[in-house]
Structures are given as C-alpha cells and as structure tokens.
C-alpha cells in the first residue's frame, strides 16, 4: 500500500512537472554494467523521431562475433513505460540483458511521447497536435519505421519479436493494418497481450464505468471532437484533453502502470525507487482513451471519432474492426490468471482469432501479474529462458519449436 502511495505522488508530481526527467537513462544504466550500448534516432512516416536502444552484444559470449550475425530480436514496452522495463531487473533477469547473453542482437523501441521519444521534425510537445495519437498509430507508424530501420542496420531480412501488454496491441494492430510486415517476423512472444479488454477487472473497469460512461464532462470532450477537422489521420482527440499537464494526463500516464499490479509478490521491492524514479514514462490520452472505448464496446476496433466523424473517416458509423485474420504470421502468447490487466478471458479471445497461434502458455503460477512479465524476480527461469529456447530452435532450423 505505501508503495502504490509513493507511486501517486510520483505521478501527480510528474504531471506537474513541465518536463519529465529520467535522472538515469537507459544506456546509463546498461553502460554501469558494462554491457555496449547504442541510442538510434528513427523517423516515422508521420515525422516523429524515436529513440532506439540496442545492445549489440553481451561482453559475456564475445566468441560468438566470430561466427555469423547476431539474430536480432526486437522488444517493445507497454503504455506509460520504457525500454527502462525491460533493463530495471538487472543483467541476472531483465530481458534486455538476459536475451544479449544468450547471443542476440537486443533492439528496444520506445513509443512517440514516451521520455525517450519527446521529438517530431515539426512539433514540441508542448503542443496538443503532439499528443494526437493513439496506440493505432504506435502500430501503423512507430512499428513499420523501427523494424524497417533495424532491419536495415543489421542487413537482415527478418527478427525476433516481444511485446508486453500494449507491445503486443502494436504487434495485433501493425499485422492488421500492413499485412506485409507478416514475413518480417521470425518468431513473435505476446507477453500479457492487450487486445481485447472487456473483461478488465482492476480499477481501470471502474474508470472506464464511472469516467467514460456517466461523466457529463469527459463525455462531452469526447462528443466535441466529432466536430474537430480531421486533417491528418492522427488528429483525434480535443485539445483540451490532450494538453499536457492536464487533467486526464496523469491518468493515462499512471494508473494503468499502478493498476497493472505492483502488489505482486514476485517483485523485487528494492527495484522501487528505480521504478518510480522512470515511471511513469509519458503517452497519449489518446491510448487511454482508445482502450476505454473497447472496454465499453468489447470490440477490438479503431478509434471512434463519433457517428458523424466515423462515417466520414471510416464510411460507417461504428469504427471498423482490426482484420486479425491478417495476421498470419506464427504468434506465441503468453497469459497468467492473475493479470487483471490481461484477463484469461479477453487473452483467449484474440487467440481463438488468430490464424497461426503456435503456443498458449499459461505461466505456471498462480499469483503471476501483468507487471511480473518484466519485473519478477523468477521471470528468467519461467518465461524468458523458454523464449531463448524457441528463439534458438528457430535459428538452428528455421521452424517453428511445437
Ligand atoms: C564484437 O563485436 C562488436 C561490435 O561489432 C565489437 O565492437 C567488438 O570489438 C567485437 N569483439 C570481438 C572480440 O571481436
Ligand atoms: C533485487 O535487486 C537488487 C538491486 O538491483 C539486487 O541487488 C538484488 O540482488 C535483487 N534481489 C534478488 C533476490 O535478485
Ligand atoms: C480480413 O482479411 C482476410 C484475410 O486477409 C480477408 O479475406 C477478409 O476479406 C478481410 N475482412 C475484411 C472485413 O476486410
């Protein structure tokens, strides 16, 4: 409980704060451990400048240069967070580490509007038109531009790939959208995926009932913006609610982290301080919104502009579902029942959609949170070092591990 306390406090801080300040980075933080470390700028088609960090190799298997190419395996974070999720839990468990010294090419992508990714050629933040996005546009911009880029500075044809909690509505929203990049992917992990969200059951249910549904005020912004020009395919969301230092940002930019459970007792508490002092790390009302909306509707649609806006953007009234028949590629998912943010029920909904599910994995703990994917302590010998297996199994045969 003290802990979730001194979690609001950060948060209400931080959204008062004009700029977030990491005092620790990311490659800071890998560099004290004497691992390499790169930062990549990468242009999306809509002109946001993203910031990449990789760790080319592990100091641990330096023999392994000595063969061919690092196999790339390309990690991305869920909302409000970083590529500081997947290095907080050390060289011995966080992933980052754990897949370079298993003798891979480690990519981290971090999101528009996350701490790392603050740039457009044209807009600051600290204008409204920045923030106009949802996670729809985190999968059909940020996500082709960082696989195009990676790809193209390693000179390979196709990586690995892991995405928790809204890395993988990315994944699911990217595949649909463009289906294209199906053949980028050599194997694909769907850490606690978020897709469909009807049947959340933490708080987050509780705001979306009390907040989107009966509140006379957010309902109004939401009607106002069937009346916004739509210029851009990103532009959505009224300004007022995109502000930055409003409102409904802190709520977008915090509570889904707390609520996603850092009462888990698999947690190392030690890693607080280092947990709270990156987090929240920033996104979009937008995303907030978006996933309100499909927990109010249970589709796994896009964004709904309103009847009016939505007839005119999408010719239809209601907003067209994600084709996931599109995504063909072969998709591994891995579920625990006690992630309230990913609930078992809503998991299996999307995976009885998906056209190639290769493995559904039932992490074999009962208390396994959505949080616990990147920051248990056990997270190595549970899930990560079954990812390394597969990943490997891909390499030394070019199948699919069954
Ligand atoms: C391994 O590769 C990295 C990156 O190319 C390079 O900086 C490093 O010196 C290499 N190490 C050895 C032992 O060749
Ligand atoms: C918990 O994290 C601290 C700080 O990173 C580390 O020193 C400690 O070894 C970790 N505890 C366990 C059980 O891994
Ligand atoms: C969805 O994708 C499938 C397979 O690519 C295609 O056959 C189908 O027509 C698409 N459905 C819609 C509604 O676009």
């Not at 204008?127 to 940020?142: M, N, P, Q």
């Not at 995303?287 to 964004?303: D, T, V, W």
């Not at 616990?372 to 070092?385: M, S």
Request: proline share 6%.
């Amino acid at each position: 409980m003290y802990f979730i306390l001194l979690i609001i406090l950060q948060i209400i801080t931080t959204s008062i704060a004009e700029e977030p300040n990491i005092l620790i980075s990311t490659p800071q933080r890998i560099a004290s451990f004497n691992y390499p470390v790169e930062s990549h700028e990468v242009k999306t088609a809509d002109n946001y400048l993203l910031t990449m960090f990789r760790i080319p190799y592990s100091p641990k298997n330096l023999h392994l240069n000595d063969s061919k190419p690092r196999p790339v395996f390309l990690i991305q974070h869920g909302m409000s967070t970083s590529t500081d999720s997947f290095i907080l839990n050390g060289p011995d468990n966080a992933l980052a580490y754990v897949l370079a010294d298993a003798g891979y090419d480690v990519w981290m992508g971090n999101h528009r509007g996350n701490v790392y990714s603050r740039k457009h050629i044209k807009l600051s933040p600290d204008e409204s038109d920045f923030w106009k996005f949802s996670w729809h546009e985190l999968g059909i911009f940020d996500m082709p531009a960082m696989i195009d880029y990676v790809l193209g500075k390693t000179n390979q044809d196709q990586l690995h790939f892991i995405g928790h909690s809204q890395g993988a509505t990315v994944f699911f929203v990217l595949l649909s959208e463009l289906p294209k990049y199906n053949a980028k992917f050599k194997t694909s992990f769907m850490l606690a995926p978020i897709a469909f969200v009807g049947h959340i059951k933490s708080p987050i249910g509780f705001i979306a009932s009390s907040v989107l549904h009966q509140s006379p005020i957010l309902s109004h912004l939401l009607e106002g913006l069937e009346f916004l020009p739509m210029i851009e395919p990103v532009s959505m969301l009224g300004s007022e609610l995109c502000a930055v230092g409003s409102w409904f940002q802190w709520v977008c930019a915090g509570l889904l982290f707390i609520l996603g459970g850092w009462d888990s007792e698999h947690l190392n508490y030690t890693l607080l301080p280092q947990a709270i002092e990156t987090h929240p790390a920033g996104c979009s009302t937008g995303q907030a919104i978006h996933y309100l909306q499909e927990h109010k509707s249970g589709y796994f649609r896009k964004f709904d502009h309103g009847k009016q806006n939505n007839l005119r953007f999408y010719g239809q009234i209601t907003p067209p579902d994600y084709n996931i028949s599109n995504i063909i590629t072969p998709v591994r998912v891995y579920y625990s029942d006690n992630d309230k943010m990913a609930p078992v029920v809503d998991v299996k909904k999307i995976e009885k959609l998906l056209p190639n599910l290769v493995e559904s994995y039932n992490v074999p703990v009962k208390t396994w949170t959505h949080v616990d994917f990147v920051f248990a302590l056990e997270v190595k010998e549970l899930i990560y070092d079954k990812i390394i297996e597969t990943a490997n199994y891909y390499e030394k045969t070019g199948q699919q591990l069954k």
